[in-house]
């Protein structure tokens, strides 16, 4: 009997990241690695290739490599279905679900051994430490042969491999020992589990009186103590089958313990590793009556008769639940849904018929006089803008030939030049040469804008420096999209409805109930973004007259819902919520799709807004009621990739959002922060925390160039003057009969400015030139 030990008395800390690279590396699979402080044990769920680790106390490293490794091999080994033919449902499924999984785990801890013999050694290790923990509760308990047949298999699969115990089998019960160790494919286990099951069922004795009996008490015949010491013998031979000696399964193969070992679900659950994520116990609620026969027993009452097939199991998987450290941090895994652009976007044709649509007989004379006004303002700012985008397209092909110069590559041909071969004497350069220059990468352009109230007052001069923006573009031929994200929803049965009124409110419901907008594929985990629109007002897909329309209907909406605005535009494009979040998770889909489309390399995607998004539901702590541990992640379902969101943030969706989106489409992301202030002051521990440094830098800046930048999951981020004019005349505000030093100052001020009031164009020539 081994001396037993309490807990252990030193914490190791597991580096929970690198447990996850050890089990993508080990099932050469890149499976989905889960941290879960309210399973009782480590799991693998075989349908949806999802890895469950728990979060223990005291927990060791070799216990944790033994956990991967254990349920590794059920990802590789154990089929998602097969196991119901035997398992069945209703009475006894739950015992028959526990042979099962017994004779199981002996098979894929032997074949994950086979294929990584390093990890014999933390088995070894993780149940010698569970086993000093007492967790199969043989603590002043001999083990006989009339011990239940499948309860010693276990323990010998367990602990007996290494040295642990003694575990007597008699001589026709070695056989089992032999064939446990051997078996090949899963069809063997279930004929073993089968054929072991059929067995206990045929040893049961007659029920008695009281109902109480005890499986396999019959064949000791008194053998208990006599048959104790034998065993001591035999069980030396079967037992050590993979300990030392090995006489049955281990044919002498110490560690074939290699070719065997059963481990429970790293210790035990099974909640999923046979089957595809329902767990023993879940089954056990199917049969309910357990006072029937005592060989249906329900797998709790094994906690009840330590007499009861089973019992060694269900013991240990009681112990193991008891080291959860339920007081620890709290992992929470959050998807994205299944977006449907189809309608969210709102394509520049309907755009232009939400506009024809419009009764001319509802238009105020005021407002006719008004809509032409913009329309002269809007010729006037693209005739003044000339210049100006002309000097961008200059200062970007000056960037580009820089760049292809520095690009270009100088290779000799290995052919003469017969011109200069008369200078052999005193050169070795007399061979022709090549002049090679590598393709420069092409880019395109998606910007969302801001459609929320709180730009009202900003969003006119916005909209100028996105103009001046898509000028460029098209100028050059860089290819674009510019969307308006919104909360004010559109959609075809919502025409004519007053959006204030119960129909429009019941059309909605039917809408979002219909899943119009996304799916979601997992209801466990997929978050639900808000109701929004994407409004893509402008496009380098359109013909010139569609482009000039486009431009004319920009420039009208914007106006009309304005702060002067008063315009009857269409209901749909006025302010509303800021869905940014929601934008971004669109952007995941319109990125690769922009890019498929246009042929182009990289994207640049820029977010205009003048604030922070409203969440989805990624948050699910708050400081206030949990442990600065606990964390929650944003999961891929594409690259299955995660990004831990940074506690404590009121942009932390935005910014794993944000991350991801750079991760999956290579797109080049850039942040406009709008500010319609005079200063960054409420922005500073946003961005810069106690930097005292940072912060003045970014100050001084913001006052002097009227943007600044600060670090942020953006590739760029720019804090710019909400209420920035773009300016053309430097001159324009001067006098008659000004001076010349009036006109000297007037012009170097107004030259600075005219740079700083086109910040958001000038940033993106900076990049595209690249």
């Not at 007597?168 to 090949?184: G, H, I, L, S």
Request: hydrophobic share 30%; proline share 2%.
């Amino acid at each position: 009997m081994v001396q037993y030990t309490h807990m252990m008395n030193q914490t190791n800390t597991v580096k929970s990241s690198s447990k996850d690279i050890l089990a993508k590396c080990m099932a050469v699979e890149d499976i989905t690695v889960e941290h879960r402080a309210n399973v009782p044990t480590a799991y693998f769920d075989t349908k949806n290739r999802v890895l469950c680790l728990p979060i223990w106390q005291d927990m060791t490293n070799e216990v944790y490599d033994m956990l991967v490794g254990h349920e590794v091999s059920h990802a590789l080994h154990t089929p998602a279905e097969g196991w119901q033919d035997f398992v069945g449902t209703g009475k006894g499924s739950s015992i028959r679900h526990m042979f099962l999984n017994i004779v199981e785990d002996a098979r894929i801890e032997r074949l994950i051994k086979d294929k990584f013999p390093g990890i014999r050694r933390d088995f070894a290790s993780a149940y010698k430490t569970l086993h000093s923990q007492d967790l199969f509760e043989l603590k002043d308990r001999t083990i006989a042969v009339t011990d239940e047949l499948i309860d010693r298999l276990n323990l010998h699969f367990k602990v007996g491999l290494f040295g642990l115990e003694q575990i007597p089998f008699a001589d026709d019960e070695k056989q089992y020992v032999t064939r446990m160790a051997n078996t090949e494919s899963f069809e063997d286990v279930v004929a073993l589990a089968q054929e072991l099951y059929e067995k206990h069922q045929d040893e049961l004795p007659e029920e008695d009186e009281n109902g109480e009996s005890q499986s396999g008490g019959e064949s000791g015949e008194g053998e208990s103590q006599d048959g104790e010491s034998q065993d001591g013998s035999e069980s030396g031979d079967g037992n050590e089958d993979g300990s030392e000696s090995g006489s049955e399964s281990g044919d002498g193969n110490e560690d074939t313990d290699s070719v065997n070992r059963g481990g429970e679900d790293s210790g035990q659950s099974q909640d999923d590793d046979t089957d595809d994520g329902e767990s023993a116990d879940s089954e056990a609620g199917d049969s309910q009556d357990s006072d029937g026969d005592s060989g249906e027993m329900e797998y709790d009452d094994y906690a009840n008769d330590v007499n009861a097939a089973g019992s060694s199991q269900r013991a240990f998987e009681k112990g193991v639940e008891n080291f959860n450290d339920s007081t620890g941090a709290k992992y929470t895994y959050h998807t994205l849904p299944k977006i449907n652009l189809d309608e969210i976007i709102v394509d520049f044709t309907e755009i232009e018929s939400m506009w024809q649509r419009i009764d001319p007989d509802t238009i105020s004379e005021r407002n006719r006089e008004r809509a032409d006004e913009w329309a002269t303002e809007l010729r006037t700012f693209l005739n003044e803008s000339k210049g100006t985008i002309n000097q961008m397209v200059q200062q970007f092909q000056m960037k580009q030939a820089a760049d292809a110069s520095h690009r270009t590559q100088i290779n000799k041909t290995g052919v003469l030049d017969t011109l200069t071969m008369v200078n052999y004497r005193w050169s070795e350069d007399i061979f022709r040469k090549n002049e090679t220059q590598p393709d420069g990468k092409n880019h395109g352009m998606v910007m969302f804008v801001d459609w929320s109230g709180s730009m009202s007052s900003i969003l006119k001069d916005t909209v100028k420096q996105l103009i001046i923006l898509v000028e460029f573009c098209k100028k050059v031929g860089i290819p674009y999209e510019v969307y308006a994200f919104s909360s004010n929803r559109y959609h075809h049965t919502l025409e004519g409805l007053d959006r204030y009124s119960d129909e429009y409110r019941d059309a909605i419901r039917a809408i979002d109930e219909n899943g119009h907008q996304y799916t979601k594929e997992n209801e466990d985990t997929d978050v639900e973004p808000h109701a929004f629109q994407l409004y893509n007002f402008l496009s380098s897909r359109m013909t010139k007259k569609q482009y000039t329309v486009g431009m004319s209907n920009f420039w009208l909406t914007t106006n009309s819902i304005s702060r002067y605005g008063g315009y009857p535009a269409p209901r749909c494009l006025a302010l509303g919520c800021t869905p940014l979040n929601e934008a971004i998770v669109a952007a995941l889909d319109i990125v690769p799709a922009f890019q498929r489309a246009n042929g182009i390399q990289i994207v640049n995607t820029v977010f205009l807004t003048d604030g922070d998004g409203h969440g989805m539901g990624m948050q699910s702590y708050r400081m206030r009621d949990s442990s600065n541990a606990d964390k929650d992640i944003l999961r891929d379902k594409k690259t299955r990739k995660e990004y831990v969101l940074p506690r404590g943030s009121r942009h932390a969706e935005t910014d794993a959002l944000l991350t991801l989106l750079k991760a999956r489409t290579g797109c080049n992301t850039v942040g406009i922060r709008l500010h319609p202030a005079k200063n960054i002051r409420n922005l500073r521990y946003n961005h810069w925390g106690s930097d005292d440094g940072a912060y003045a830098a970014a100050c001084k800046q913001f006052t002097k160039m009227n943007y600044t930048t600060a670090d942020t999951a953006y590739d760029g981020y720019f804090i710019v003057k909400g209420d920035l004019k773009v300016e053309f005349d430097a001159l324009e505000s001067l006098q008659d009969g000004a001076s010349y030093t009036q006109l000297k100052n007037a012009f170097m001020k107004g030259n600075t400015n005219r740079k700083t009031s086109r910040v958001i164009a000038t940033q993106m020539v900076n990049i595209f030139a690249v």
